[in-house]
């Protein structure tokens, strides 16, 4: 038996240990649940973050696709838009742009991609028998689409204007096969004349600071007071900064022998015709020696024989005949 105030120490001893139990229970039940919300959101914060990239690069790739719609704009009615997404590295294997091309019997091929080592990535390049003969590799820094610009745009299948400045396209050897390659992407078909009303717009290239500025800019052609017109530039769109990532260039060989004419193409040489500086043709005729003395001329009192240059003539022509007999 326990006296009463044993009792009572007891029971306190008791309540102290109780009280404490619950006080290390809820201490862990306070760090279990931080442990468990820190968990929680730090998993939140990783699906929300993956979801930021796929949007940003959902973005990003609808952004490329748009370079190519906007360029597709530009080269109507000469090109061929593919829509469906396929999984195509240049660089590693160009069969599949050498089927396409064959498919579509086009020469000149823009690419567009994007994934985290490239970018907004544009690849342009062409084609030589339906093999690639170069490619170039851009990096899409900053866009502005067609739609974005509100302004009047040119005609569908409207030739443009090619304008290059800047030196390193005449210093820098990729700088300069890239000025090649828009040129034959940009230029349209050959035209024997040029009418001033169809001088519609241009494109304009600026290579500078290790970056290429590409702008689009229509022409306006504005009453002057004299016969020459004055002209105005209104921007269109798209327009482009463009950084040079990589390039794979053709060997000077092939470069050459791609530049090379077919005989079947070769305009024929037309002989004793030549041309001046202003276009006028002249022609060479080639006749046999003439004999003028029988040449007949008007005939005057003047210009009559004497007797005696009659009697020498047929004294001379009497030779002849006993000659050839």
């Given at each position: 038996?326990?006296?009463?105030?044993?009792?009572n120490?007891?029971?306190?001893?008791?309540?102290?240990?109780?009280?404490?139990?619950?006080n290390?229970?809820?201490?862990?039940?306070?760090?279990?649940r931080?442990?468990?919300?820190?968990?929680?959101?730090?998993?939140?914060?990783e699906?929300?973050?993956?979801?930021?990239?796929?949007?940003?690069?959902?973005?990003?790739?609808?952004?490329t696709t748009?370079?190519?719609r906007?360029?597709?704009?530009?080269?109507?009615?000469?090109?061929?838009?593919?829509?469906?997404?396929?999984?195509?590295?240049?660089?590693?294997?160009?069969?599949?742009?050498?089927?396409?091309s064959?498919?579509?019997?086009?020469?000149?091929?823009?690419?567009?991609?994007?994934?985290?080592?490239?970018?907004?990535?544009?690849v342009?390049?062409?084609?030589?028998?339906?093999?690639?003969?170069d490619m170039?590799?851009?990096?899409?820094?900053?866009?502005?689409?067609?739609?974005?610009?509100?302004n009047?745009?040119?005609?569908?299948?409207?030739?443009?204007?090619?304008i290059?400045?800047?030196?390193?396209f005449?210093?820098t050897?990729?700088?300069?096969?890239?000025?090649?390659?828009?040129?034959d992407?940009?230029r349209?078909?050959?035209?024997?004349?040029?009418?001033?009303?169809?001088?519609?717009?241009?494109?304009?290239?600026?290579?500078?600071?290790?970056?290429?500025?590409?702008?689009?800019?229509?022409?306006?052609?504005k009453?002057?007071?004299?016969?020459?017109?004055?002209i105005?530039l209104?921007?269109?769109g798209?327009s482009?900064?463009l950084?040079?990532?990589?390039?794979r260039?053709a060997?000077?060989?092939?470069?050459?022998?791609?530049?090379?004419?077919?005989?079947?193409l070769?305009p024929?040489k037309?002989?004793?015709?030549?041309?001046?500086?202003?276009?006028?043709t002249?022609?060479?005729?080639?006749?046999?020696?003439?004999d003028?003395s029988?040449?007949?001329?008007r005939?005057?009192?003047?210009?009559k024989k004497?007797p005696a240059?009659?009697?020498?003539?047929?004294?001379e022509?009497?030779?002849?005949?006993?000659?050839k007999n």
């Amino acid at each position: 038996m326990h006296s009463p105030l044993e009792s009572n120490i007891v029971q306190d001893e008791k309540e102290k240990v109780i009280n404490q139990c619950k006080n290390k229970s809820s201490r862990w039940e306070k760090e279990w649940r931080q442990r468990i919300s820190a968990a929680f959101l730090g998993q939140l914060d990783e699906q929300i973050r993956k979801i930021a990239e796929k949007m940003q690069f959902k973005k990003n790739l609808t952004s490329t696709t748009q370079v190519l719609r906007d360029v597709y704009a530009l080269k109507k009615p000469y090109g061929v838009l593919y829509k469906k997404k396929n999984i195509t590295r240049p660089f590693e294997d160009q069969t599949s742009l050498e089927f396409f091309s064959k498919k579509s019997d086009c020469s000149l091929f823009m690419f567009g991609s994007h994934n985290k080592k490239r970018p907004n990535n544009l690849v342009i390049g062409r084609m030589y028998d339906y093999h690639v003969l170069d490619m170039i590799e851009l990096g899409i820094e900053k866009f502005v689409s067609l739609k974005d610009v509100k302004n009047s745009k040119c005609p569908e299948g409207t030739k443009p204007m090619l304008i290059f400045a800047g030196d390193d396209f005449d210093v820098t050897e990729d700088y300069r096969r890239l000025k090649n390659l828009l040129i034959d992407f940009f230029r349209g078909p050959t035209v024997s004349n040029i009418r001033l009303a169809g001088l519609e717009y241009v494109l304009h290239f600026t290579a500078l600071n290790g970056k290429i500025y590409f702008r689009s800019y229509k022409l306006l052609l504005k009453k002057s007071g004299c016969r020459t017109p004055r002209i105005e530039l209104e921007e269109m769109g798209p327009s482009l900064d463009l950084v040079l990532r990589r390039t794979r260039l053709a060997s000077d060989d092939l470069y050459k022998l791609s530049m090379k004419m077919p005989k079947a193409l070769k305009p024929k040489k037309k002989k004793n015709v030549s041309h001046d500086t202003f276009g006028t043709t002249y022609g060479r005729i080639h006749m046999q020696k003439q004999d003028l003395s029988k040449l007949q001329t008007r005939k005057m009192k003047g210009l009559k024989k004497r007797p005696a240059e009659r009697i020498t003539e047929d004294q001379e022509k009497k030779s002849k005949r006993i000659k050839k007999n």
